[in-house]
């Protein structure tokens, strides 16, 4: 065996002299890791225990920070591989499951409203900040008039966005109104902040003949081509491949913009969403993907969703930049979007957001959360660590709010909604005709038959039709 060790480094030796290869073979430094210490070791066994109590912990595998690293002292040589130069080393060794210290959470203000020191953020005028305040309370507002109507019977369905309106503002106001956003569907804020009117909102729940979508979808499925905001589509994370293929256009047609989409804890569990960060990562896509990591996907817990450290830390396994962000501070939220969006478009790379946040409204108007959360819990994030709240803290401390001005605008935008839901009650639905049209330029003839077989029923059973249907 020897001998053969010996011949064998001859052998390289020489080829590397006479063929040049060097670029095969080279030494190269590592420096070490140490193993965990008994105090990390602790410390991780906590963090573990606190959100993956259902893990098995592996005796195989050895404890160390990370092997990228190796030791001053060992001569290690570098393989040429066609993934990359990598250097190796005789030692097996695993890379840890994770991390003993979770990402920590980029915050400004703390619970009290108050700027925590030495924070690093991008200020934001009185008019920005005013207006950010302003459109969060309303959106709590409208939040508050469509649920009601959907429990009156006069929507079918209906989601609120309690609880996650920093997310919703405070990202719509740090991006360009060029930038193409793909939603989830708990994103109404963005569109609110656009320019998207009560009015509209009203319509498309309703589904008249007003609505952009020519009542084709459920309530809440907004879209906007005058406002760059796709379509709410209800199948979960396909928007992230998408808004992988908006990015890289964008980036083709050299345009100053970026892809901006949505995603909510539970739907990094999709296949889609592995595929949108791979795919935009690869091509260097402009995109921003922003995670509102709300604790609940539906009535499924984080614990059961995953056992890495929440979302950020999937980023890096994409190569691609991340940050995690205290979803309930606007400020910080606005500062972290913004940033994003600055590398997004001028380095041409996407950027990972992890917003953490909470749902305190039930998942839709389908769902009963006190049925897999405790009352006591959904409350305290309501009252305690209300984002709308926190934020209107700040400003009013600014100087820049009172209590009069809260009184007229939640008075004001009640007023609107209350007319904008009776206008569109008012409004007859759209033909019929419109649920085959937009999708082939000329009606296929198994179209046509459809049409012609509805238009036979409608005639014939004209009682199971609402007042006003048209033919």
């Given at each position: 065996?020897?001998?053969?060790?010996?011949?064998?480094?001859?052998?390289v030796?020489s080829?590397?002299?006479?063929?040049?290869?060097?670029g095969?073979l080279s030494?190269?430094?590592?420096?070490?890791?140490?193993?965990?210490?008994?105090?990390?070791?602790?410390?991780?066994?906590?963090?573990l225990d606190?959100?993956?109590?259902?893990?098995?912990?592996?005796?195989?595998?050895?404890k160390?920070h990370?092997?990228v690293?190796q030791?001053?002292?060992?001569?290690?040589?570098?393989?040429?591989?066609?993934?990359?130069?990598?250097?190796?080393?005789?030692?097996?060794?695993?890379?840890?499951?994770?991390?003993?210290?979770?990402?920590?959470?980029?915050?400004?203000?703390?619970?009290?409203?108050r700027?925590i020191?030495d924070?690093?953020?991008i200020?934001?005028?009185?008019?920005?900040?005013?207006?950010?305040?302003?459109?969060?309370?309303?959106l709590?507002?409208?939040?508050?008039?469509?649920?009601e109507?959907?429990?009156?019977?006069?929507?079918?369905?209906?989601?609120?966005t309690?609880?996650?309106?920093?997310v919703?503002?405070?990202?719509?106001?740090?991006?360009?109104?060029?930038?193409?956003?793909?939603?989830?569907?708990?994103?109404?804020?963005?569109?609110l902040?656009?320019?998207?009117t009560l009015?509209?909102?009203?319509?498309?729940?309703?589904?008249?003949?007003?609505?952009?979508?020519?009542?084709?979808q459920?309530?809440?499925?907004y879209?906007?081509?005058?406002?760059?905001?796709?379509?709410?589509?209800s199948?979960?994370?396909?928007q992230?491949?998408?808004?992988?293929?908006?990015?890289?256009?964008?980036k083709?047609?050299?345009?100053?913009?970026?892809?901006?989409?949505?995603?909510?804890d539970?739907?990094?569990?999709e296949?889609d969403f592995?595929?949108?960060?791979?795919?935009?990562?690869?091509?260097e896509?402009?995109?921003?993907?922003?995670?509102?990591n709300?604790?609940w996907?539906?009535?499924t817990?984080i614990?059961?969703?995953?056992?890495?450290?929440?979302?950020?830390?999937?980023?890096?396994?994409y190569?691609?930049?991340?940050?995690?962000?205290?979803?309930?501070?606007a400020?910080?939220v606005?500062s972290?979007?913004?940033s994003?969006?600055?590398?997004?478009?001028?380095e041409?790379r996407?950027?990972?957001?992890e917003?953490?946040t909470?749902?305190?409204?039930?998942?839709?108007t389908?769902?009963d959360?006190?049925?897999y959360?405790?009352?006591?819990e959904?409350?305290?994030?309501?009252?305690s660590?209300?984002?709308?709240?926190?934020?209107k803290?700040?400003v009013?401390?600014?100087?820049?709010?009172?209590?009069?001005?809260?009184?007229?605008?939640?008075?004001?935008?009640?007023?609107?909604l209350?007319?904008?839901?009776?206008?569109?009650?008012?409004?007859d639905k759209p033909?019929?005709?419109?649920?085959f049209?937009?999708?082939?330029?000329?009606?296929?003839?198994n179209?046509?038959?459809?049409?012609?077989?509805?238009?036979?029923?409608?005639?014939?059973?004209?009682?199971?039709?609402?007042?006003?249907f048209?033919?």
């Amino acid at each position: 065996m020897a001998i053969w060790f010996a011949r064998s480094r001859n052998i390289v030796s020489s080829l590397r002299h006479n063929l040049n290869l060097s670029g095969i073979l080279s030494k190269r430094d590592y420096s070490p890791r140490p193993a965990f210490t008994n105090s990390q070791l602790s410390s991780r066994s906590v963090f573990l225990d606190s959100i993956t109590s259902l893990r098995h912990e592996s005796t195989a595998v050895e404890k160390q920070h990370d092997l990228v690293q190796q030791s001053d002292e060992e001569d290690v040589q570098e393989l040429d591989f066609p993934g990359g130069k990598l250097g190796y080393t005789s030692e097996m060794k695993f890379i840890p499951e994770s991390s003993p210290k979770r990402v920590p959470c980029y915050r400004v203000l703390d619970e009290d409203g108050r700027i925590i020191s030495d924070s690093d953020f991008i200020p934001v005028s009185e008019q920005l900040a005013v207006r950010m305040y302003e459109q969060m309370a309303t959106l709590q507002v409208m939040d508050h008039i469509f649920y009601e109507a959907q429990r009156q019977g006069r929507i079918s369905f209906f989601i609120t966005t309690v609880g996650e309106e920093a997310v919703n503002i405070a990202s719509a106001a740090a991006l360009s109104p060029d930038d193409v956003v793909l939603p989830q569907y708990r994103e109404p804020g963005v569109l609110l902040w656009r320019g998207f009117t009560l009015q509209e909102f009203a319509n498309q729940c309703f589904g008249n003949k007003a609505d952009h979508g020519k009542g084709r979808q459920m309530p809440v499925h907004y879209g906007s081509n005058r406002y760059n905001y796709f379509t709410v589509s209800s199948p979960i994370a396909t928007q992230l491949p998408q808004a992988a293929g908006v990015g890289y256009s964008l980036k083709m047609e050299k345009k100053n913009a970026c892809a901006v989409t949505f995603i909510g804890d539970g739907g990094t569990s999709e296949g889609d969403f592995h595929a949108g960060l791979n795919f935009a990562a690869v091509m260097e896509a402009p995109v921003v993907f922003i995670c509102r990591n709300n604790g609940w996907a539906i009535s499924t817990h984080i614990s059961e969703q995953f056992r890495s450290d929440g979302i950020v830390v999937k980023g890096q396994a994409y190569g691609i930049r991340s940050i995690r962000v205290d979803g309930n501070d606007a400020l910080a939220v606005y500062s972290a979007v913004r940033s994003a969006r600055e590398m997004a478009v001028t380095e041409q790379r996407p950027v990972l957001i992890e917003a953490m946040t909470y749902r305190v409204g039930h998942h839709s108007t389908s769902d009963d959360s006190t049925k897999y959360r405790a009352a006591d819990e959904i409350q305290y994030w309501k009252m305690s660590r209300n984002p709308v709240n926190r934020f209107k803290k700040w400003v009013e401390d600014n100087g820049w709010w009172s209590e009069e001005d809260e009184s007229k605008l939640r008075s004001n935008a009640r007023k609107q909604l209350l007319q904008a839901i009776q206008a569109s009650e008012k409004w007859d639905k759209p033909p019929l005709t419109e649920l085959f049209s937009d999708v082939y330029d000329v009606k296929t003839k198994n179209l046509e038959e459809q049409e012609l077989g509805l238009r036979e029923l409608v005639e014939k059973q004209p009682q199971d039709y609402p007042p006003g249907f048209h033919i």
